[in-house]
């Protein structure tokens, strides 16, 4: 029996990219919240296999307390959002929050990874955080990271390099191509590591996470476009990673644990 003040963590699988940042970010913050509050993970159009995939990606990057994978729940019922939402409920990205919000009836704090429309609601409060141009917010927040949980992967020093791109196109031929289910362990198995900034890229996780495990990092800049992967970099660059950590000063968190 799930407590009265229980919170819901929502996100809309995408089955051509099963493993993506936004997946990573809503279970560093369920993990997180589940710390103080009870909170269950409901994942909409998830089929029972790629559910255990996604399971033994978690933990297979993280570690934390295993018993709160039984708290991943499958929705492929638009109406059983009615009886899985919480107290309070978190959406990560716009196309969670397009799909998920009008069958919400309580609170939603919502990270706009993307510009959106920021309809306000007469039956609901919706709190929504951002922190780029291009996203559509009123609280100013960046995402962070669960940092606690991110496995100790110690550096292999074997000159590996692994290059991150969103265009492939032009990349060379001899370029590792990664399964989605090794995406996890690619600071055990590498050295080196070059991200090439040759398109739009909302919500970089790759580039923080390359200055946690203190890896070289090679940034080339194809395109003059000011996003999250420029900004975080020279964030990194300048010393300012510990800015990125999830702690329960982190506005959304806040919000969600004030029961006011």
Do not use: W
Request: neutral net charge; proline residues 2%.
């Amino acid at each position: 029996m799930k407590e009265k003040l229980h919170n819901s963590v929502y996100y809309y699988f995408i089955k051509d990219k099963k493993i993506n940042g936004t997946l990573f970010y809503c279970f560093e913050y369920f993990e997180f919240l589940n710390n103080y509050r009870d909170t269950y993970f409901y994942i909409y159009d998830i089929s029972k296999e790629d559910l255990e995939f996604v399971k033994n990606i978690f933990k297979n990057k993280y570690n934390f307390n295993e018993e709160i994978l039984e708290k991943i729940i499958p929705i492929n019922n638009i109406r059983e959002i009615y009886n899985s939402q919480g107290y309070k409920n978190l959406i990560l990205d716009i196309r969670t929050f397009n799909k998920i919000s009008p069958f919400l009836k309580n609170d939603i704090y919502a990270f706009v990874n993307e510009r959106g429309n920021l309809f306000k609601s007469k039956i609901k409060k919706i709190f929504y955080y951002g922190s780029y141009d291009y996203q559509s917010y009123d609280i100013y927040n960046i995402l962070k990271f669960n940092f606690n949980i991110f496995k100790p992967f110690e550096n292999p020093k074997n000159g590996k390099e692994f290059i991150s791109a969103g265009n492939l196109k032009n990349l060379p031929k001899n370029v590792d191509k990664k399964k989605p289910n090794e995406f996890f362990n690619i600071f055990k198995e590498y050295e080196k590591f070059k991200y090439i900034h040759n398109y739009l890229d909302v919500n970089n996780r790759f580039i923080v996470e390359c200055f946690f495990y203190e890896r070289e990092l090679e940034f080339v800049n194809e395109i003059k476009v000011i996003d999250s992967a420029v900004l975080r970099y020279e964030d990194c660059l300048n010393g300012n990673l510990e800015e990125y950590k999830l702690t329960k000063d982190d506005k959304i968190i806040q919000g969600i644990l004030n029961d006011n």
